[in-house]
């Protein structure tokens, strides 16, 4: 009796117990915007974009596709002068452990063209992200806004 | 032998089923739209939003906790005037039931003012919804930015 009861609970603790670590997300979060330094926007971007990506942007109508964003890349590369790092502030992820989000800043420091003196522009992201079949993390969607500059 | 195997496949057949509704989901983000055209911007981002939200604000700070949200349309309550409202395009959820989100398209209506004429402007959104306690819905992050009008 005392087996069969055993046996009875393995799959209701496993049931039970939460399979989702945030830190596996913000791990990645950190890592894509390490790439994004390191290899450019458009590297960054690509690789850690799902299939079925949808990528909003400010004032203009949302890439809603992987090549559709490979091909806005491939049109408006701006990689080597633009640097583009963020932090994140707050995640949480789904007790299945397949759906998450990163909330945080970003900033882009665009340096001086000759004309123009170097500025550093200021905004919030948010990231969602859903765990691939491949054990992967990719964002599924991907949008922010300018915000002022930092008062700290 | 027969019961014990039966009663041992309850609990792994609950355990492997999806017990995300996606469309418990996008019922919440249409029922949300109505109440803020029909009550008002205040009233319905505040009624909707988890005690944690974040709320970010296009070329502003973001609102980092429901008292904060409650503080902000006190202070700049428009309803009345702007008609809000927008339409799901993409939605998902985790396998738990207990995180998912919305995409889609927004537009807010700015009637004439008398020197001005009625004016529409159009965006996309992305809320982050994280099921409560009670069983209800609330956003937990809630953000977008404009874009042009659609073409068709």
Redesign the interface.
């Known amino acids: 009796m005392k087996k069969?009861l055993c046996?009875?609970l393995i799959?209701?603790l496993?049931?039970t117990t939460h399979?989702?670590n945030v830190d596996d997300i913000l791990k990645t979060d950190k890592e894509f915007s390490a790439m994004c330094m390191d290899k450019g926007m458009q590297e960054a971007f690509i690789k850690y974009a799902a299939d079925d990506v949808?990528k909003?942007?400010?004032?203009?109508?949302?890439i809603m596709n992987k090549p559709d964003l490979e091909k806005m890349f491939a049109e408006h590369a701006q990689d080597g002068v633009l640097k583009f790092q963020w932090t994140p502030v707050?995640a949480?992820?789904?007790?299945?452990g397949?759906?998450?989000?990163t909330?945080g800043n970003w900033s882009i420091f665009v340096p001086s063209d000759g004309t123009t003196r170097d500025t550093t522009i200021y905004g919030?992201y948010?990231s969602?992200w859903?765990k691939q079949t491949d054990g992967s993390w990719k964002y599924?969607?991907d949008?922010?806004?300018?915000?002022?500059a930092p008062e700290n």
Chains 1, 2 share one sequence.
Do not use: H
């Open positions: 069969t046996i009875l799959p209701f496993a049931c399979k989702g949808v909003l942007r400010p004032g203009e109508a949302p707050k949480d992820i789904a007790a299945s397949d759906l998450g989000y909330f919030n948010i969602i859903k599924v969607l949008g922010g806004n300018s915000t002022p």
